[in-house]
C-alpha cells in the first residue's frame, strides 16, 4: 500500500502562484510515475502533470508552460509549481501514484481569484 498526503493548496489572485507538495510513504518501491491531477465542481477529473521516476514529464494541454513538475525520489515527494494561475484553475488538486495499481491522495483545494 501507498499513502499520499498533498500540501500546499490555498487562496491566490489571478496571476499567482502556487506550489504544490505530495509526500508517498508505504511501499514506495513500487511506485514510477506520480502526477497531479484536478477536477472541478461539475467537471470530470483530468490530467495536470505527471513525471516518470526517471524524471520524463507530460503536461495537459492547459498547461501551456504555467506549470512545472518536479520529483525527489530521495524524499519520495513530487511537486507541482504553478505560475501565472488563473481562475480557471481553480479545483481540487490530487496527487496520483502508479505502482502495480493507482493511489490517491485525498486532494488540497486551490482556489484563484479574479
Known amino acids: 500500500q501507498v499513502q499520499l498526503v498533498e500540501s500546499g493548496g490555498g487562496l491566490v489572485q489571478t496571476g499567482g502562484s502556487l506550489r504544490l507538495s505530495c509526500a508517498a510513504s508505504?511501499?514506495?518501491?513500487?511506485?514510477?510515475?506520480m502526477g497531479w491531477y484536478r477536477q472541478a465542481p461539475g467537471k470530470l477529473r483530468t490530467l495536470v502533470a505527471t513525471?516518470?521516476?526517471?524524471?520524463?514529464?507530460n503536461y495537459g494541454d492547459f498547461v501551456k508552460g504555467r506549470f512545472t513538475i518536479s520529483r525527489d525520489n530521495a524524499k519520495n515527494t513530487v511537486y507541482l509549481q504553478m505560475d501565472s494561475l488563473k481562475p480557471e484553475d481553480t479545483a481540487v488538486y490530487y496527487c496520483?501514484?502508479?505502482?502495480?495499481?493507482?493511489?490517491w491522495g485525498r486532494g488540497t483545494q486551490v482556489t484563484v481569484s479574479s
Open positions: 496520483n501514484a502508479v505502482g502495480g495499481t493507482y493511489y
Open positions: 508505504g511501499t514506495i518501491r513500487s511506485i514510477n510515475t
Open positions: 513525471i516518470t521516476i526517471a524524471g520524463s514529464t
